[in-house]
């Protein structure tokens, strides 16, 4: 079974330029999370999309993060402007099913390493 | 106060020894506790997970609760240098799962 796939894995820009990530997750995987990873931090959840609807996407900065997910399979996150606290792994996970608990463990993609200069 | 505390080290052992990762949480409401292991440059991958109170073994792995102190352990036996990774602990209530800032173990062959 392929994993998830994330694209660009690594991407340079400057501040105030706008960046997008693409994700494919785990073929029928229904729920899918964007999380950022600052140096020295753990994840923290950007936002959930079960099918192509999102189910909480409470800590994503919303005057600059967006996030889609067309047909209930790839999703993009996109940042515009860019600010250097936006340097982190952009990691992208998916899980099989919609109930919670833990049946729904989330397969981690390899992440997008975003630098902002 | 965040809600999943953990140590970053690093910690940095021989191989063969017994390596002890801990976390603490805040939030009662957590159900399932879960460590996961990153390697440099990957995504996280789930290690073991445990319901509420109580141990688990896999192999070398054993993971521990215990909800009235609100700690987590993760317990490595006979470590292996490719134990080196950074390990994060998590809790799960509903669909919210936070992590832990994650600690750096190195096991020096």
């Known amino acids: 079974e392929a994993g998830v796939a994330q694209s660009p894995r690594y991407k340079i820009i400057e501040k105030r330029q706008s960046v997008a990530f693409w994700c494919n997750p785990i073929?029928?995987?229904?729920?899918l999370y964007w999380y950022q990873q600052i140096l020295g931090q753990g994840p923290k959840l950007l936002i959930q999309?079960?099918?192509?609807?999102?189910?909480?996407d409470s800590q994503l900065p919303k005057d600059r993060f967006s996030a889609e997910r067309l047909k209930g399979v790839d999703s993009t996150l996109k940042i515009q402007p860019a600010k250097l606290e936006d340097s982190a792994v952009y990691l992208c996970?998916?899980?099989?099913?919609?109930?919670?608990?833990?049946?729904?463990?989330?397969?981690f993609g390899p992440g997008t390493r975003l630098t902002v200069l | 106060q965040k809600e999943v505390e953990q140590d970053p080290g690093p910690l940095s052992v021989p191989e063969g020894a017994i390596v002890s990762l801990n976390c603490t949480y805040s939030?009662?409401?957590?159900?399932?506790f879960m460590w996961y292991r990153q390697y440099s440059r990957k995504g996280p991958e789930l290690l073991m997970y445990?319901?509420?109170?109580g141990n688990k073994e896999d192999g070398r792995f054993t993971a521990q609760v215990d909800k009235s102190s609100k700690y987590i352990s993760l317990f490595i036996r006979d470590s292996q240098p490719s134990d080196s990774a950074t390990y994060l602990c998590?809790?799960?209530?509903?669909?919210?799962?936070?992590f832990g800032a994650g600690t750096i173990l190195r096991v020096k062959s």
């Open positions: 998590a809790a799960l209530y509903g669909n919210k799962l936070v």
């Open positions: 939030n009662s409401a957590f159900q399932y």
């Open positions: 999309f079960q099918n192509n609807g999102v189910v909480d």
């Open positions: 445990t319901y509420s109170s």
């Open positions: 073929s029928g995987h229904a729920t």
């Open positions: 996970a998916s899980s099989p099913r919609i109930r919670t608990g833990f049946n729904n463990e989330q397969f």
